[in-house]
């Protein structure tokens, strides 16, 4: 009986551990300020999810932004390097993947959060409390700085 108590209490705390966002750690979040009337903000940061995992997706207040985005920089398609740099555009994608143990950067001119249709700018020192979706993981609310250049 013994063993078949600390069996279930073994499986019990097994089955606590899996999910959940323990495993997802962010650092470095912070988002630019932003001129006036401008209606997208960006934020950055560094993600790392202990088992892997994707970001898919994001939320805000609606009295920050209408909706929150993934985005990444690509080349345009047809552009070339030869003329020293292929031409970039801004696209939404459906998921950062987030493989075990490496952080994935959300920086300028990479992927990044983006806030769309900003009800106001974004004014230095502003706290602005951003909601990050994942694929296995609890969603992860973080608390981003909107500052004028990374920290």
């Given at each position: 009986m013994r063993r078949l108590i600390l069996l279930l209490t073994a499986?019990?705390?097994a089955v606590a551990g899996c999910g959940g966002g323990d495993d997802i750690s962010i650092d470095g979040?912070?988002?630019r300020n932003s001129p006036k009337n401008v209606k997208m903000g960006a934020a950055y940061m560094n993600i790392t999810s202990a088992d892997g995992d994707a970001?898919?997706?994001g939320s805000v207040d609606a009295s920050i932004a209408e909706r929150v985005e993934i985005?990444?920089?690509m080349p345009v398609e047809g552009s070339s390097e030869e003329e020293g740099m292929a031409m970039m555009e801004m696209v939404e994608i459906p998921r950062l993947e987030l493989p075990a143990g490496e952080a994935a950067v959300l920086e300028p001119g990479?992927?990044?959060v983006m806030?769309?249709?900003i009800a106001e700018p974004f004014e230095i020192g502003q706290k602005i409390d951003l909601t990050l979706q994942f694929e296995k993981a609890d969603d992860v609310t973080?608390?981003?700085e909107v500052m004028e250049?990374?920290?």
């Open positions: 499986l019990a705390l979040e912070w988002a970001l898919v997706g985005h990444a920089m990479g992927y990044h806030f769309i249709n973080v608390e981003i250049e990374a920290p």
